[in-house]
């Protein structure tokens, strides 16, 4: 990654009063980029939007993706370079509640953010970020590479496989002069489950294992066996920023979609996770199976980033247990009421500075 190719690029950033948009509106800011976010108010309370001050240091609009004529005036009057797109409905549970509202966000407003963009004279690049979520499941544990058929059971699924599709058609539509000429690079990203400091979201796992924690009462999990790519939220951040950055270099090449997963090692079963959270969380945290109804739910998702090591040269550098000690520090910084935005900076400068050589873990 090019740290200075950042410097006073111009990026608008959707979503960013949300957990991952936190963290990367931060980086963003810390990379000296000319950011303006475009969001709801931020969707959880307590926020890492509003304890971390994010606000500060960058331009931050309120405002819906399904509304398409707010978001074309922002994007005109700012003029960015470079837009990354991680406005969305991101719960499978709350899809079931509400699939039409998912849909609605994860599809038309996906379907926005291109149309917008696409007479914008300042645009180089466009990153929509989807989820691994995306592909069809075939209940065979087998990791996905980014030619697989997309699909999906549930609504949130659904509405991210549809999310790459329209983002294909948009880039093959309106993107490209011809096969060998790109107007502006046009990619898709996918990513596993990311863990960090500051997510309160509801019905996730780590959010809802703080909370345990911090009130010392049982976790009741829906799926202990379920095995997903457990990453922090730094490693696909530094992804996307390294897939923007030769998006607007060669856009004919890095165009298309890219999937950024942790280590084989990592991608363990909900129960390690919660057994390796009971040894960092020294609060004699505990949890039990909740064998009640439950929405169905995938029971094994897999990544395969060849193509993102390979081409790109990324390459997750937390490992899982060095992702849960900077999650769990950070929430203890919170309890102990010191400043969010250093510490998070802090974290991200760490991060940042052990790049350069193999991570030793403790």
């Known amino acids: 990654m090019n740290s200075g190719f950042w410097r006073k690029k111009k990026i608008l950033l959707t979503g960013h009063t949300g957990f991952k948009g936190s963290w990367f509106s931060l980086w963003l800011q810390e990379l000296g980029a000319e950011l303006v976010g475009y969001a709801l108010p931020p969707p959880t ?17 309120q ?104 983002t294909s058609a948009y880039r093959h539509s309106f993107f490209q002069a011809d096969k060998l000429h790109f107007i502006a690079g046009v990619a898709s990203a996918r990513a596993g489950n990311v863990i960090g400091g500051g997510d309160w979201a509801s019905d996730r796992l780590i959010p809802d294992a703080v909370r345990s924690a ?36 060669d856009p004919k090449r890095f165009s298309g979609s890219w999937n ?38 995938t029971r094994c998702l897999r990544l395969d980033s060849a193509k993102s090591r390979t081409e790109l040269g990324w390459q997750p550098h937390w490992h899982l247990d060095s992702a849960l000690r900077a999650t769990v520090d950070w929430h203890k910084s919170y309890e102990a009421g010191k400043d969010m935005r250093v510490v998070t900076e802090q974290q991200i400068r760490s991060y940042q500075s052990h790049l350069s050589r193999p991570e030793i873990l403790g």
Not at 147 to 159: C, E, F, N, Q, V
Not at 221 to 247: F, I, K, S
Not at 280 to 290: E, N, R, V
């Open 45 to 61: 309370e307590p926020s890492l939007f509003a304890l971390a001050n994010v606000a500060v240091g960058m331009h931050s609009c």
């Open 63 to 166: 405002g819906d993706v399904l509304d398409l004529e707010h978001l074309r005036k922002v994007l005109n009057q700012h003029q960015p370079e470079i837009v990354f797109h991680l406005a969305a409905q991101s719960l499978v549970r709350e899809s079931y509640a509400d699939p039409v509202g998912t849909f609605s966000t994860n599809v038309i407003g996906t379907a926005h953010v291109l149309e917008a963009v696409r007479t914008l004279p300042s645009i180089r690049g466009v990153l929509i970020v989807t989820s691994d979520k995306c592909y069809e499941n075939l209940g065979d544990d087998s990791a996905h590479c980014e030619t697989d058929r997309l699909g999906g059971d549930d609504p949130y699924s659904a509405s991210k496989a549809c999310a790459e599709m329209v």
């Open 214 to 249: 911090s009130q010392r009462t049982e976790l009741r999990v829906r799926n202990p066996d379920a095995v997903r790519p457990w990453q922090h939220v730094l490693e696909p951040l530094r992804g996307y920023l390294m897939l923007a950055e030769q998006l607007c270099n």
């Open 260 to 297: 950024f997963g942790p280590e084989k090692a990592d991608i363990i079963p909900v129960r390690q996770i919660l057994d390796r959270l009971q040894n960092l969380s020294g609060k004699g945290f505990t949890w039990s199976s909740d064998p009640g109804a439950h929405p169905p739910e």
